[in-house]
């Protein structure tokens, strides 16, 4: 009998162990997560006693705020469709997207002195607030990149080149964060997807934009690649796969081909770099990470090395095959690029504000990654002005300013080809960095270089 009774105790225990264990891996490790969740219900009974914070672009234009109706609080959104992705909405049957979800616990007071400042007010019957926040954007940009996209599906990206500060991020078709509640149903149906966040969860083909990428790769492998002569007849077969051009280069460098955009060159150069080095390259520009911006973002997918044919390599390496990207990582490209090899940690929340508006924490610029070396930078610069003065992305050219640039038309399988544009300005001592995509839409170089151009402009003139 008593051998039983100790088995049985020893069965208890270890049930108390585990679920003491348990227990405390979902209040010390998933505790965080689960309560930052957009549906726990507990953050909406939480925040019925408490004013949100407000969130401001960064020259101080409201983007999110909270106005009382009727003795009720509710959000506000003055920016409407321009900023509501990148923002996000809170709904009480819906959930919390963006900005709204991401950065929950402060915008509510439930962290630093606000916490315990909350506490001693509701322990007193005072009113309770939550922090503020401090984007990088900029509402006036933000809504000129809306407007430029139209309501066709597509996406603008632009960033800081020296210190990776987002400052449009735009998605289209949009929605009006102030009445999500009352056209939920006709947003969930409708095929455009106006919900999704093109500019981190669009996943495209990237078309000739990795093109830049396969030539830091390249160059990297082999120094001399500059000064070599490569012949374009116009097409190239790969394993019985015809990549075509737009025409027959003939005998051109690589400065040219990049500027022309050479189909031929640069399957020969990925092919050249094989499934490893490729992969290398699409890797050191961060292609195939989340880059932490702040909001979740969509990794970069590809075949892998060990499942990447020769054709799906000459393929990939001008953008087409299996590869896709969001236009925030080929943004990210462009930056890298500019600020000689080196791509700054992106980010789009600028100052944390307690209550009381006073900056609790700020932003610290810090490199995120190194993708090539300053001379390899300096090459693909030099070869992205061609582009734009006498190749592929002349529609980007403005009249102020040198502009580098590179286009993309990326082929799928439903529709008409993607129009994608990446550059920088100004080309000479680059500050900004974009990336435009617009869906089946047609040539980069006709579409998407417009929408960058005149951007890039506007942001110049605004002092950026």
Not at 263 to 274: I, M, P, S, W, Y
Not at 334 to 358: L, T, Y
Not at 376 to 392: H, P
């Amino acid at each position: 009998m008593k051998p039983n009774i100790l088995k049985l105790g020893y069965l208890l225990l270890g049930l108390f162990v585990a679920l003491v264990i348990y227990l405390s891996y979902l209040q010390v490790i998933r505790g965080p997560a689960l309560a930052a969740n957009p549906y726990n219900r507990r953050l909406q009974e939480y925040e019925s006693g408490i004013k949100r914070g407000t969130i401001y672009d960064t020259r101080g234009t409201v983007l999110a705020g909270t106005g009382f109706f009727r003795g009720e609080g509710r959000r506000v959104y003055p920016a409407g469709p321009a900023a509501a992705h990148l923002v996000g909405y809170i709904s009480g049957r819906y959930g919390r997207t963006g900005i709204e979800s991401a950065y929950d616990r402060h915008l509510l007071g439930m962290e630093g002195i606000d916490r315990v400042r909350n506490l001693v007010n509701r322990l007193l019957g005072r009113d309770r607030a939550g922090g503020h926040l401090v984007l990088t954007v900029d509402a006036v940009l933000q809504k000129l990149a809306a407007d430029l996209l139209g309501g066709r599906r597509g996406a603008v990206v632009m960033l800081d080149t020296g210190s990776g500060a987002v400052r449009v991020m735009a998605s289209s078709p949009g929605f009006d964060p102030n009445y999500v509640d009352q056209t939920w149903s006709r947003l969930v149906q409708d095929p455009n997807s106006p919900l999704i966040n093109r500019a981190t969860q669009g996943a495209y083909p990237p078309g000739s934009t990795i093109k830049v990428v396969v030539a830091a790769g390249a160059l990297g492998a082999n120094p001399g690649l500059e000064r070599e002569i490569f012949n374009c007849r116009g097409s190239l077969v790969v394993d019985g796969y015809r990549l075509t051009d737009s025409a027959a280069h003939g005998n051109i460098d690589l400065r040219k081909a990049l500027a022309v955009s050479c189909n031929t060159v640069f399957a020969r150069l990925g092919l050249d770099l094989k499934p490893d080095g490729f992969h290398r390259v699409i890797e050191s520009f961060g292609l195939k990470q989340d880059p932490g911006v702040g909001i979740p973002v969509r990794p970069g997918t590809m075949v892998s090395p060990a499942a990447m044919t020769p054709a799906e390599l000459a393929a990939s390496a001008i953008g087409q095959g299996e590869m896709l990207v969001t236009p925030l990582h080929m943004a990210l490209v462009a930056a890298g690029i500019a600020n000689r090899g080196v791509i700054r940690h992106p980010f789009v929340v600028e100052k944390f504000k307690d209550s009381q508006g006073q900056t609790v924490r700020q932003a610290v610029y810090r490199p995120w990654l190194t993708a090539a070396t300053p001379e390899i930078a300096g090459v693909l610069r030099e070869s992205m002005v061609d582009a734009v003065q006498y190749g592929t992305a002349g529609a980007a050219g403005i009249p102020e300013m040198q502009v580098a640039g590179k286009t993309g038309s990326a082929q799928n399988p439903h529709g008409q080809t993607h129009a994608w544009f990446i550059g920088f300005a100004p080309a000479e001592r680059p500050r900004l960095a974009v990336a435009v995509v617009l869906e089946n839409a047609g040539s980069g170089g006709a579409v998407a270089a417009p929408i960058a151009g005149k951007l890039l402009s506007a942001a110049v003139n605004r002092g950026y």
